[in-house]
């Protein structure tokens, strides 16, 4: 029986902020990936945290069941299947609500395959951005900072993103180390 041996998860947010989409990814002792996705509609009250769960449950069943299950048609939460296409490389690779041994996408194979990846702790040096690419400070020598998100910026290149005190802050991926 195959049991997790590795999980990672990433949201996609509406307009005001709102966790819209939560996707879990989970490797098994097999090293198949397996996928979960919740999607909240405008009509449900968006919480992180029951999002996580029902993606984690979604996927650990695809693993155990050895099938995908709920696919992800125009007609289940329609106004976010235009976000889902245009959020991953392809509409067609998340296809289902619980999907067993997936190809992953080019973001979920970044950092599923990458020690840097969201909750990680780790050290950052050089220029501070914001989510404009604006220069708004610089790393103090050895600042750890917890990873929030990895994510593209304006420029197209892969950044890592983390909380600050009044908004996000990013440095990109080469500035960053464990």
Sequence with gaps: M???VDEMYYY???YNNHPRLAICVIRDSANRYHRGVAICSNEDTPNKKVGRKLAL?????????KDSGEPILPGNRVEFYPIIAAWVDDVWVVRY???YNVKLTSYESKSLNRDIRPGKLVTIKGNIYDRESNVIGKATLGQKVKCMRLEKDYYDEWVM???GHRNIKCV???NVSI
């Design 172 to 174: 990109p991926l080469s």
């Design 2 to 4: 195959e049991t997790v």
């Design 161 to 163: 993103c983390w909380k």
């Design 12 to 14: 996609q947010r509406d």
């Design 57 to 65: 449950s979604r996927a650990l069943s695809a693993m155990l069941s």
């Design 97 to 99: 609500k619980s999907a």
